[in-house]
């Protein structure tokens, strides 16, 4: 046999070694993210041991060159890096009893997004999870009705197991409807994600084909869990979601909408919220309910009041040190939510003030503001971004909001929210490099030619 033939196959044997592990560690990266979705803050063990195969992995693909970032995304990494290791060191100065656990959501887990942002360095690497998202929400929306379903139906559960480790409860108050699971979180972020891809015409979404058929039941499930779910930052993200996505388009100047798919909408909305008294809803408690979690007054809203009183006490801590706060971890005197976790506080961005000051701020605010920033500038320049990254900008808008009032972004579970729409932007960055390098050398690569 010629040498040349022989190093041919040769080649071709690696090169097939090559794809089947990277095709075996992207489905054990799906698999991983899926369970993140559906059983988020359980089963760590076993989601555990996944995530160090894949930062084994992560690790070996950065010795050999693998990672592929923009020097923007480098810099701003490095920037939230530095200031979250002060912050902490602040905080173990300062004797924080909090300081090293939260260390690790401010500094080590972006850490390991960044390595996976590095990986992930393409769109046909990345668009693969948004079907992996789509999945989660339906999933999770059929085991909120499957809670629902078992209290006033008396339907019996196949898996108590699973829905008893997702901390599932279930009541019903005079007209009101509250269950709770840890993944109604999938949920929350799901609605304006999937609104957005469906707003979207067929040849931009990312959901094409059988997908965008499954993309629409899945609105109509987080629908349905809204009005079961009893959780006022649910509702105000409902009520929101059309709004974000439609400023969303409007400054990203997409002028194309998919009217049918709104009108549909629309009259699946009131479609269910006709239906909704056979569940025993009553939609004028539910909206009295809604308005008096801004009742900070009422000492028998015990939820809001505690949220008064933790809003006192974390500005009255944050006064003594404005410039650079107290430190991660720190405690604010006169209000304890938790006593395993008295550094922890529902008002998360409240407490990022105490704890960082406004140096913190205005590094994480700055950071995030870039984000949408520099995702609107790819927008208007690159049409082909609009199905990557207007549900994964929608989605993180609608649950920074949510995030104001339920620290969800404290948790490495929920930490992705963040970290998507950053690692969709670094892979149209890269994109547009080799766009404008190919139109130098006189090839054509891409219409994006992002700067």
């Known amino acids: 046999m010629p040498s040349g033939r022989f190093e041919s196959i040769a080649m071709k044997q690696r090169s097939g070694v090559t794809v089947s592990k ?32 894949l930062l084994f992995y992560g690790a070996a693909f950065a010795m050999f060159g693998g990672l592929r ?36 959501v401010f500094v080590l887990w972006p850490i390991v997004y960044f390595l996976f942002i590095g990986i992930l360095h393409q769109t046909e690497k990345i668009s693969p999870f948004y079907h992996v998202i789509l999945a989660a929400v339906v999933v999770s929306s059929i085991m909120g009705v499957m809670v629902v379903a078992e209290k006033m139906f008396g339907v019996n559960l196949v898996l108590s197991a699973i829905f008893e480790a997702q901390g599932a409860s279930f009541g019903l108050y ?19 994600f999937l609104l957005a891809a469906i707003f979207l015409p067929k ?36 009520g929101i979601s059309p709004v974000v996505v439609w400023v969303l ?35 004028q408690r539910v909206w009295q309910e809604f308005l008096s979690a801004f009742d900070f007054s009422d000492i028998s809203n015990m939820s809001s009041y505690l949220r008064r009183e933790q809003f006192f006490a974390l500005y009255a801590g944050w006064l003594d040190f404005p410039l650079i706060g107290n430190g ?34 205005l590094v994480y605010c700055s950071a995030v503001v870039w984000i949408f920033f ?40 929920y930490l992705w929210t963040l970290f998507l729409p950053i690692a969709v ?27």
């Open 203 to 238: 040849e931009q979404s990312p959901f094409r084909g059988r997908w965008r058929g499954v993309a629409l039941v899945a609105l109509c499930l987080s629908i349905i869990i809204l009005l079961v779910s009893g959780r006022r930052a649910f509702w105000l993200i409902a």
């Open 425 to 451: 932007l670094n892979a149209y960055l890269l994109k547009g490099r080799r766009s404008i390098l190919s139109s130098s050398t006189g090839t054509q690569e891409s219409s994006c030619t992002i700067a």
């Open 374 to 413: 520099k995702s609107i500038k790819v927008l208007r320049s690159c049409p082909d971004s609009v199905g990557l990254i207007l549900p994964a900008l929608s989605g993180l808008a609608c649950f920074l909001i949510a995030n104001a009032t339920n620290p969800y972004l404290a948790k490495f579970d």
């Open 328 to 361: 991660l971890g720190a405690t604010a005197s006169g209000s304890l939510r938790s006593v395993e976790q008295p550094w922890a506080y529902e008002l998360s961005y409240m407490a990022l003030l105490f704890h960082t000051g406004l140096v913190g701020m």
């Open 69 to 104: 970032i923009v020097p923007q995304v480098i810099l701003w990494t490095f920037v939230t890096l530095i200031a979250s290791s002060f912050f902490m060191l602040l905080g173990a100065f300062n004797d924080a009893p909090g300081a090293l656990r939260v260390g690790t």
């Open 174 to 192: 005079d007209g009101v409807v509250e269950y709770r699971l840890y993944n109604t979180t999938t949920v929350i972020y799901g609605l304006p």
């Open 22 to 53: 990277s095709t075996l560690f992207s489905w054990l990266g799906y698999i991983f993210f899926f369970l993140m979705l559906v059983l988020p803050t359980t089963y760590q063990l076993e989601r555990g041991v996944c995530l160090a195969v």
């Open 249 to 283: 388009m409007v400054t990203a100047r997409i002028k194309t909408l998919n009217v049918r798919r709104v009108l549909l909408l629309t009259l699946l909305c009131f479609f269910l919220v006709a239906i909704s008294p056979f569940f025993g809803i009553d939609l």
